[in-house]
């Protein structure tokens, strides 16, 4: 980091659910090595939106909803770069909702993580998309993100943690971050995050969490059979944790970028060959 910037101490309430995100966060970029120069932290609106103050990388507020299209461009302009974004259910599922079923369609070199607590929190409690029927006179069935995920073709990593279990968070938030260096496009790993002050679920999913990690039989790389496993789950009100789904397919960055040419942010702009496409572009444009 520069000497003009100094990381900030979280300003969440104490027990929130984003700190054990934090932590492996850090402990999983620490561990893979990746330096702060590379590291490009995109936050959405809500209380976890202040994350990527609280650790050593370059760092972009996002405006509300647009975490995924903000780092699908960074990944673009850089695709050395490690990118992460990083928000709410709010930002996520509401807002952003049509964004994120676009970004798991295109599958950008990003991982993106969702601190999902079931509420509005930082404006105060209101109903989010993931509420439960019920929670401050909601009347709507809850979203079931991971199985929106998984109806949608182009998604290649599922996962689920929860901040209060802080090992297997470490490990799915290692494998996704490992899925996206491997240039297999984007890991979307969704964490089970209580807020403490309004909607406090962490005696409830203490006891309706289900490790499928430990099924037996279950296969990660089926994807019909892991949508099948995900509502049989539902219907018995469990929660599944662990890596729901994975696919190997080229990100969208191989794809999408002219590699006659270094990437958009570390091109040479004097380059005579630029102003020749460019010429070329328009005269197509024109016709």
């Known amino acids: 980091m520069t000497k003009t910037y100094t990381p900030s101490r979280p300003i969440w309430c104490a027990g929130c659910g984003d700190f054990g995100v934090l932590e492996a966060l850090v402990t999983a970029l620490e561990e893979l090595e990746v330096p702060p120069h590379n590291r490009m932290i995109i936050a959405g609106i809500g209380c976890s939106g202040s994350l990527q103050n609280n650790l050593p990388c370059f760092g972009y ?49 990003v991982t993106y993580i969702v601190m999902n607590n079931g509420t509005y929190g930082l ?19 809850d979203l079931e993100p991971i199985m929106l995920g998984l109806s949608i073709p182009g998604s ?8 209060g279990q802080p090992e297997q968070l470490l490990r799915l938030t290692l494998a996704a971050l490992r899925h996206t260096a491997a240039g297999r496009g984007m890991s979307y790993l969704e964490v089970l995050s209580p807020c403490v002050t309004y909607n406090d679920t962490y005696r409830e ?68 060959r630029l102003f020749t496409a460019y010429r070329e572009a328009k005269q197509s444009f024109m016709k």
């Open 205 to 272: 999913w203490r006891t309706s969490v289900y490790d499928i990690d430990s099924d037996a039989g279950y296969d990660p790389n089926n994807r019909a059979a892991a949508f099948s496993r995900m509502a049989e789950l539902r219907e018995q009100k469990r929660l599944p944790l662990g890596l729901i789904f994975q696919e190997k397919r080229s990100a969208l960055e191989t794809l999408a970028l002219n590699h006659d040419f270094a990437e958009p942010a570390l091109q040479d702009i004097t380059d005579p």
């Open 156 to 163: 290649t990593f599922l996962a689920r943690g929860y901040s």
């Open 123 to 141: 404006t105060k409690g209101q109903a989010s998309p993931t509420s439960s029927t019920g929670y401050e006179n909601n009347i709507e069935e």
């Open 61 to 109: 507020h996002a405006p509300h909803g647009r975490v995924l299209p903000t780092a699908t461009g960074a990944k673009l302009a850089n695709p050395k770069l490690t990118v992460v974004g990083v928000g709410g259910d709010g930002d996520g599922y509401a807002i952003g909702a049509g964004h994120l079923v676009h970004a798991l369609k295109r599958n950008p070199g």
